[in-house]
Every structure is written in C-alpha cells, then in structure tokens.
C-alpha cells in the first residue's frame, strides 16, 4: 500500500444513501479516514430494518447489540452529518464530483430556526412533556475528598489525564465508587458515559468492590499448557466463588489473568504481590488457609 | 574511588526470579558474606533477567563465570564458605543438562548459553540494572555522543535503513522507512511512543529487556526521537509489568539527573523527554491506534488506517510507534555501524531477535539468537529438547496472532518471511513449545477464547466471528463435532482476516487455520471418531484403572474429590465413570512403579474390560518375575 | 542542575569502566590464595588481605585475584600462584604479608619473579 499523502488525498465529502446496518458502517469507515459524510435517510431516524429484527441470520447474533454501538459512534461523529426525513431528488456530475439535490421533509422544528429557548417545553400542553434535568452538584464524603481531589490536582496538567486519574483512584479504592466517578466527571469534563466506557473496558478496572487479597491465576499459554485449568477449578472449590467473584467475607477475589510473565514457573498464580510458581492443586487449601489466619 | 571485589555475584532480579525468592536469596546472602567478614572482597549485584529462567533463583559468580541454579536459603552458608573462601565451587548447584550426568560448571559452557548471539541484551546479567554508571562503563550512551556530535536526522535514518532493521512488535515494518515518513510530515510537535504493551501469552521479552538493561530503551528512544524531530516521548507499559516500571522510573529520573534527558542534552541544544504510561490491562492497547487513543484518554479501541500514525497519531500529531526491543537495536546500530548490523541475520530479516522459549520443554527461558537460525537448534540446543523423553509435536509462535509450526519444518530458518510462510508470523516472539500430549484443538480454543475476551468489539468480523469460532471448537473438544465443522472454520477463518479492521481480528483465525494445515487429522478424529489423539479433551477421555496393575493402595481413592473411586484395600479400584470429573488428581497419585491409572479415548474405550464387581488384587509374585 | 558535558561523559565512562572490570572477564594475570583449611590456619586469610590492599592502593585491576582449595603442600602453607599472561605459573610458600608485598611489587607490577621465596614453577601434570 502506497503511503505517499499526495496519491491519497481526500476531496470534498461522501454521500451514504440510506442509514441502514450498511449504510451506518459505511459511514463510520469513511468518517473515520478523515472524509466528511453525508447520511441520508427517509425515515425521521437512522437505523433501518434491522433495528426491527431480534436475531441475524445465519449466526443468530443480537441484531441491536450489533447496532448499537454504530448508532451511538455516529450520532457523536463530529465529520458525519445526518439528514433525516429527507431522499435524493436527482444526481448530475461523475465519479469524484457528484452534485447530488436532496429533498427535505418538513418537520416540528425548524432546526435551522431554534435557538433552543425551551419555550416550547414550557408552553406544551401535551403529557409529553420534555424533562430537563438539573444537573445536580455532586461533593465527596471527607474521607474520599482530600485522596480524589490530590489525584486530580496531580494530573491537572496532563495531556490526556484521564487514564492515570482512574489508574491512581482504582490504587487507592481497588475499585471505583460510583460517585467517585461522578465527580471526576464534573471536575474534568469528560461525560459520565465516556468515563464509564473506560472504566469498564480495562481489565484492571471494577465497579465492584473487590476482596482483599487478589488471586490471580494465570492462563498465559506456558500455564494452560501445564494444567492451570486446573488450578483455577480448585480456587473456585476452595473459596466457593466463581470466576470474578468475591468471598462474601471480602477477603478474596477470585480471577483468571492473562500471562503474568513467569512462564518459567508455569502454572503460576499470584495472590496480591505473593507469586505461587509451579503451584499444585492439592497445596491450595494450605495456602488460602493461611491468609485466612493472618485476618484472625 | 572505585569500588573494588575480588568476586562479583550476579544474582538475576528479574520477575522470575523474584518470584522464586531472589530477594530473600541476595539478603541472605550478603547476611552471611558479613558474617564471614568478607564484604570487602564479595559482593552481590542485582542484575535483570538472565534469561534461564527454568533454572532460577540463579547467579553466576564472576570471575570465574560459574553458574548456579535453583537456589535456596540452606545452600547459602555451604557456598560462601566453599566457594568463595576456600574456592571451592560446589557441583551440587550447578547446572547438569537433562538426561547427562556431567556438570557444566562454567555459563560459557552451557548450550543454552552457547548457542545464542548477544546484541539487544548485551548487557543483560553484566549490568545492575539500576545503575546508569554500569551502563555507561559498557559504552553506554555512546551512540547518543556520536549522533550529537557527528550525524544529522537524515543521516541517522539512513543508517537504520541500511541497517535493515525491522519493527519487532510483529509485522516487521522497516524502522527506517517508518522514521522517514514521519520525519517528512510538516506538522508539530512530533511524538514518540515505545510500545511495552506486551501482551501476548507466553511472551516476555520486552518486560526482561527493560528489567536488565533500561537505558538501552532510553537511548534507542533519544535516538529515534532525534531522528524524527521529537521532544516528546512516551513509553506505555503494562500495569501487570510493576518491576519492570519500577526500574524504568528509576533509569528515566537518573538519565534526567545527567542531563541525558531534559532541556539541551549534552550541549546541543536538543530537548528530550519521556514520560510513563501504564496500561490497565487491555491487549488490544498494543494494536497502534489503540495505544494512542488509550494515552489520549479515549476509549481504546483501534481506528481505520491510513491515515497511519506516522502521518496523523497522537492528539492528530505525527507519531512514530517502535517496539522497545526495536529501539534497542538502535543504539547498536549506531556505535557499531549499519554494515556490521546486517551482517547478522538473512536477506530480508537482520540481526537479532529475542524469543521466550516456554511450555513443554527443558530449558525455559529467555534467548536472543540471530535471524535465519532453525528451529530445530532452538528448541534441541538451547532449549535441550523435550522433558520426560515425550515426542515434540508442535511449536507455536507468534501468540494469539501466529501458528503452530510442525515437526517437519523444524530446518526451517526463523526469519520474517518463512514464518509467514508456514502460516504463523514473527510475532512479539513467544516460542511456546508442545509435545505429543498437548491436544492442538484444545491449543486453539485456547487462542480463540483469549483472542475473544481481549476482541475490543468496534467491528463485527472480529467480534462476532471470533465468537462463531470458539463455539464450533468448543463443541468439537465436547465431542460435538459435526460434518463440515473442519470447513466451516477455514471458511470462516478466511473471512475474518479478510473483513477485520486491526491487527487483532486480522491475526486472531491463525491459530486455527494453522493447525488445520498441519493436523487436520486431528480435527476430524476429534469430529469423526470423538477421539482426542492427545488425551486432552475432557468429555472424549475416560480414565481408567487396569486391573492388572492395580495394588490396592487406596491412594487414589483417597485423593479422589469426586469421590469416585470404589475399592478396598488389597482390592482393585474402579472409577465410577458417572461420577468422574476427569480431573486427573488420580493419575497424579498412583505411585509411578505401579502406573495402573491409564487415559483412554474413541473406540479403545469400548474395549476396556469392566469389571462388575470388587475383586481382590490379583497375586503379583510371579507375574512382577515374568515382566 | 548537574549536567553532563560530552567531556564529562566520557570521563565518566572512563572511571565506571574500571568498577565493572571483572565482569568483561579480560584479564593479564591471575592470583590465586590457596585457602584449604590449612591454608586459612597458617594465615591465608591476612595474605589475601594484604593482596586486596595491594591491588586497591596500586590501583590495579586487570588481574584476576582468586581463591583455591589446598594445593597438597600443607606444610608450606600460605601458599599463593602466580600466573601472568605468557609465562608458566610460579607457587610461592611460607609467605607473610612483607613477603607478599615483595612478590606483589616485583612479580606482579614488575614481572621479575621472586626466586628466594619461589616453592615451584609451572604446574602439576593433569590428567
């Protein structure tokens, strides 16, 4: 593939016609090589059949778990512009220089007119009525305050500040309370939702509180290969918690990781900064055991 | 004043290691060395990885360059006062290869060392990783000196390319012809990142590197950043990675209290910087665009490319991407020169290349060896073969992103393009090996649900068509299998690469599909026959006691968890195979001269004989003297 | 803020070479202490003392200073071998740390080998 800029330069903008599965995927590709993109559609919203299906053929897949996260990217891509209740009139010109004229449906309002007074908010008679919220002003117990508000004060500067942000708050709290998030939210700006996105993403990160003690175990190949599957059905026996799941006396999380790098030592697993190499199943029971003591 | 010993005891540090108890090692024994009063003339330094990690806790004693492994708190006073008072080295500790009976005492001598070509980590076991003045004093930051003083950007670009230095992050994209593009790019300022987000299983070359020699990074980093006009520059590095961060902290804050790093370095009127970004544990972060929307604050997913980060990366700026063990080549190449450079390796792929040798195999371990060398001296010189004397069947390479290579390519040479060729790729260089007893459906399943928990979910080929894989593996290692299964993955596989967007989904069908290349036939036993040649899957095995062989000893009926083990003692156990988990707890327990406990799969389980009832063991006398 | 200059650089390098000498493994010459447990009784330990101190104050560090168990002699005890590059090991016996200082000087700064206390010259046939 030629990377000379010169043989790949982007002129004017693209056109998708129709905001189907297809149209909408379309759409992103394009936007996201940098091409400014034209959604149009004759329905009021984007999203086309497949917003009415359940399941796709042939592999049966949730048809809105595929849409949605589409729907979502471009409602807020700032290069695609969406045209609704509209439909293509006529197209003259050829490949590279299209002029194409769209017919627009009338509809409740003007968009080019509003100037978002809420007027009409106030003075609609009907039950719909559109709820603002307030917006409400979160403060943090003293006791998270000084920690989040340091962290903050740290980063402030930072280019990109939110992933050490969280990454110093999950060190303190192991997880991230959600009103910790909230705050950070308002503090730095970043929306609640995008915060949550990545909060979730990360497998370091959780919502949950988690135990005291972190068991690791390693499933890196060296380790499968050598039984860790094992190792880990014996943890799930001993603690009688699943995978992911904390011991009701908050004292153990149980997780499965990928490779941790010691593969010399395979199957390995960790529990905080404590590495169990060449670790057998039947050991576990005198190992939990003793973590167990030290609480008592 | 310099610091004078007569003996220097090189105790690997790295996480390995570490795990095993270095620490408590390197405390003791400078304990008893004081008790002994001989800190004056001993002394214990820390080094990174040593690469041997099967054998650790390990040291080497210099000067004699004796090598002593799997170390413990009682060998210690025995050995201070043997060896390094009387001088005496001590057998017992040292290295005897499997299945020989002679000691190798010396490093030198050690095949897992011998065979093996020291650029990258060159200073890996020699330096104290967190002493700049160690990597100074081995010519350290002598390529910052000559780019400084005598080489242009433009000169310093060509001689990477001459180089024929290639990314070794896995697509092997030459580092020169990255550099250029964004050295020609009009906008600024202009970023450097050095990739650590090394996450495929069973690799760790990158954590060892910067764990045993960090400023060689640094360097390379100052270099590049030199080259392509950045001041700016970060390093991302995996949270799991904590000592490896570590002692990339303390290298970085060093390198600034020098002034190699900060606001006009050595004089020139260059400023260089690098900032510390960890990961929170997403592979998907070490795919480019990733990384960069991961360091940006965004959610870490990867984006359509061209534009190519060279071009538009960071915050929009252009931003050259290299693999740490890429930039510490980098350095080399500039002290020692682009013709000495690629007079290692083979046409197309030059010098070096690190690979963490794990799985079923002898020396398991950390290696750096030239490009073009086979597989075969990899895995029976260095690696010393396989354990228990069991067949080699497989090695994987390249992750979750590469594939199996079979017994019969083992000649091949181990270059960028010959990998590519036998359908797995150079990958990050995670060498796994597997014998006869690992099953390569179970081996693909295993890539797959890795590749599907990690898939970041943005496009549909990699999200849901990973997810259509691991069902139809899964339901083949269940004994499911249907006609047509074997097609449907290559079908399906080849749509994937096809219609991915990033690296990931493009890469993530290769374990499958290489494996269908070579062991097809162990696909359709599992489908065809609902046998598991390998004796892995779990719902086509069956444990089973031979009534033959059974002594009665009521070990295994012991230890069983399920409980399904029926006997007495003196009588002959049976499994209750409605109750088995398959656990394999009793195969562990049965005393090895007995081995009554066998695994049994397909149609040999019909033939098994059952016995209805307990019956007691079978008189042995005569039979123990006719066998 | 301390920072460097290229000069200083390299001076730098210069004087941390030395600290990591015996790790490059490239010697011209090698001690060795016999320090057996008779060796030790007679006083190997004050020899490989005076040795230490030799080396550090003369500021020598391209010989290998090393120990060994007996060499058999026990009566001749402390016993130490000198071997420099390209001539034959010479074991010198009875020594004291004057003595040692001698050798030092002569034998090992020098090259003139000490005759008056020289026990042998080159080494037991092996094998």
């Known amino acids: ?296 | 004043m310099v610091e004078k010993r007569r003996i220097e005891l090189m105790l690997c540090a790295g996480t390995g290691c570490v795990a095993g108890g270095a620490f408590q090692i390197i405390e003791g024994l400078e304990k008893e060395i004081a008790a002994r009063g001989l800190e004056k003339e001993v002394s214990v330094v820390q080094t990174g990885c040593n690469g041997f990690c099967g054998q650790g806790p390990l040291m080497v004693v210099i000067p004699d360059n004796i090598f002593y492994g799997w170390l413990t708190l009682d060998d210690i006073p025995h050995l201070v006062e043997e060896h390094f008072l009387k001088g005496r080295p001590i057998e017992k500790l040292m290295f005897t290869p499997p299945e020989e009976k002679e000691v190798l005492p010396m490093l030198s001598d050690i095949p897992f060392f011998k065979k093996q070509l020291l650029v990258v980590l060159r200073n890996k076991g020699i330096i104290d990783p967190e002493k700049i003045d160690d990597y100074i004093a081995r010519d350290g930051y002598v390529a910052i000196e000559k780019v400084l003083t005598s080489m242009s950007p433009d000169e310093v670009i060509e001689e990477v390319k001459i180089s024929g230095l290639r990314g070794r992050g896995g697509a092997g994209f030459p580092t020169g012809v990255k550099w250029k593009i964004a050295s020609q790019q009009k906008k600024t300022p202009k970023y450097l990142i050095a990739n650590c987000d090394e996450g495929d299983p069973g690799a760790y070359m990158d954590r060892s590197l910067i764990e045993s020699d960090p400023h060689a990074v640094i360097e390379g980093m100052f270099i590049a950043g030199y080259a392509i006009g950045s001041s700016e520059a970060f390093i991302y590095m995996r949270t799991e990675y904590q000592l490896a961060v570590d002692r990339m902290k303390t290298a970085i804050s060093q390198a600034r209290e020098y002034g190699l790093l900060g606001k006009d370095i050595l004089g020139s009127g260059f400023d260089f910087d690098i900032e510390i970004r960890e990961g929170s544990g997403a592979f998907v972060c070490g795919e480019e665009t990733s990384l960069i929307h991961s360091i940006e604050g965004d959610i870490p997913e990867p984006r359509q490319r061209p534009p190519f980060p060279a071009q538009e990366g960071l915050w929009g700026c252009p931003t050259v991407i290299n693999n740490v063990e890429t930039l510490a080549n980098v350095p080399v190449i500039i002290t020692r020169g682009a013709d000495w450079y690629s007079g290692i390796g083979t046409e197309t792929s030059k010098g070096t290349k690190i690979f963490s040798l794990v799985g079923k195999i002898n020396n398991t371990g950390l290696i750096e060896v030239p490009m073009g060398i086979n597989l075969r001296d990899v895995i029976y010189d260095i690696g010393g073969g396989i354990p228990d004397g069991k067949e080699f069947k497989a090695v994987q390479t390249g992750g979750p992103s590469g594939g199996c290579i079979p017994a019969d390519l083992l000649d091949a040479p181990i270059d960028f393009e010959s990998l590519q060729k036998a359908g797995s790729m150079m990958g990050s260089g995670g060498m796994i090996v597997m014998d006869e007893d690992t099953c390569v459906v179970d081996v693909s399943k295993f890539f797959i649900q890795f590749t599907n928990d990690e898939s970041c979910g943005k496009c549909v080929a990699c999200r849901d068509g990973s997810e259509a894989l691991l069902e139809v593996l899964t339901r083949i290692t269940n004994g499911e299998g249907r006609e047509g299964d074997v097609e449907f993955l290559e079908e399906l596989g080849e749509t994937i690469k096809d219609a991915s967007m990033c690296g990931l989904g493009q890469t993530l069908p290769n374990p499958v599909l290489s494996t269908l290349r070579y062991f097809r036939d162990e696909y359709e036993a599992h489908i065809k026959e609902k046998r598991c040649p390998a004796l892995v899957c779990r719902n086509l095995i069956q444990y089973y006691i031979d009534p033959d062989k059974c002594i009665g000893c009521l070990k295994c009926l012991k230890n069983c968890p399920a409980n399904a083990i029926l006997g007495e003692l003196k009588y002959v156990h049976i499994i209750d195979q409605d109750k088995c988990t398959k656990c394999g707890q009793c195969l562990e327990e049965c005393p090895p001269k007995v081995s009554a406990v066998i695994k049994v799969t397909g149609n040999d389980m019909d033939d098994l004989k059952q016995l209805s009832e307990i019956i007691p063991v079978p008189k042995k006398k005569k039979k123990k003297k006719t066998e | 803020m301390p920072k460097l200059t290229i000069e200083e650089l390299r001076k730098k390098r210069e004087s941390s070479k030395k600290s990591i000498y015996l790790r490059e493994g490239k010697f011209r010459g090698k001690v060795t202490v016999h320090m057996g447990t008779c060796g030790i009784a007679a006083g190997a330990r004050e020899i490989m003392n005076t040795f230490l101190d030799e080396f550090d104050n003369k500021d020598i560090i391209d010989i290998m200073l090393t120990s060994s168990g007996c060499a058999g002699l026990c009566s001749e005890e402390p016993m130490v071998t000198v071997e420099m590059e390209d001539s034959a090991p010479v074991k010198y016996g009875k020594l004291t740390p004057d003595k040692t200082k001698k050798i030092f000087n002569d034998h090992i700064i020098t090259g003139n080998i000490v005759e008056e206390f020289v026990l042998g010259i080159g080494s037991e046939r092996v094998g």
């Open chain 1, 1 to 296: 593939m030629s990377l000379n800029l010169e043989d790949r330069k982007k002129i004017g903008s693209a056109l998708v016609v129709g905001g189907g599965i297809g149209g909408m995927q379309a759409a992103l590709d394009l936007a996201e090589s940098g091409i400014k993109v034209y959604m149009v559609d004759n329905k009021s919203s984007i999203g086309g059949v497949m917003s009415q299906l359940d399941k796709t053929f042939p592999t049966n897949d949730c048809a809105m778990c595929t849409m949605a996260p589409r729907l979502v990217e471009i409602g807020r891509h700032k290069d695609i512009e969406k045209i609704t209740l509209s439909e293509v009139e006529s197209i003259t010109g050829q490949p590279g220089n299209f002029t194409v004229k769209i017919k627009k449906q009338p509809r409740y309002v003007d968009e080019e007119k509003c100037t978002g007074c809420g007027a009409c908010v106030s003075n609609c008679p009907t039950r719909n009525t559109v709820q603002l919220q307030e917006r409400e002003v979160i403060t943090l117990e003293p006791q998270y305050e000084e920690t989040v508000i340091n962290i903050l004060q740290k980063h402030k500067d930072r280019k990109g500040p939110l992933m050490p942000i969280l990454q110093d708050v999950n060190e303190v709290y192991n997880y991230f309370p959600e009103k910790i998030l909230k705050y950070i939210s308002q503090e730095t700006g970043y929306p609640l939702t995008h915060i949550n996105r990545i909060a979730t993403f990360y497998s370091a990160f959780s919502l949950k509180p988690i135990g005291k003690h972190v068991i690791n175990v390693c499933m890196g190949t060296a380790c499968y290969v050598r039984g860790a599957e094992l190792l880990l059905e014996k943890f799930v026996d001993v603690l009688g918690v699943g995978i992911d799941e904390t011991t009701e006396d908050m004292l153990f999380t149980l997780k499965s990781v990928r490779c941790i790098g010691c593969c010399g030592l395979a199957p390995v697993a960790t529990i905080g900064d404590d590495v169990y190499g060449k670790l057998q199943s039947k050991d576990i029971p005198d190992i939990i055991a003793k973590y167990q003591k030290k609480e008592q």
